[in-house]
């Protein structure tokens, strides 16, 4: 069996190798938390970027549906026009 002191002696070791290792954990700590505050920091950056681009996407989509708008009446006054010009061309021959 053995003996209260020896015991105890590994307890106190063991319980000085935890405080050793809980002391390295503890100095992790800081570099941890720079690394959260980066990761934040990109993570808006991202998302700042994706809410940019989503704005120049809209812009663009409503650009492109005007220029269709703008075409098609083109188009209209285009196929009006040519209409009028070709009665005038037959009224006069």
Partial sequence: MRDGGVLC???DLK???SKLEADE???KIPE???MINSA???TQEA???LEAAERDANEARRLAELAKTIAENADRVSVKFLAVLHRR?????
């Fill in 25 to 27: 954990a503890l100095k």
């Fill in 89 to 93: 061309v037959s009224t006069k021959a």
């Fill in 40 to 42: 934040e920091q990109m």
């Fill in 9 to 11: 002696s590994e307890f």
């Fill in 47 to 49: 998302r700042d970027s």
């Fill in 32 to 34: 941890i938390e720079r």
């Fill in 15 to 17: 319980v000085q190798e």
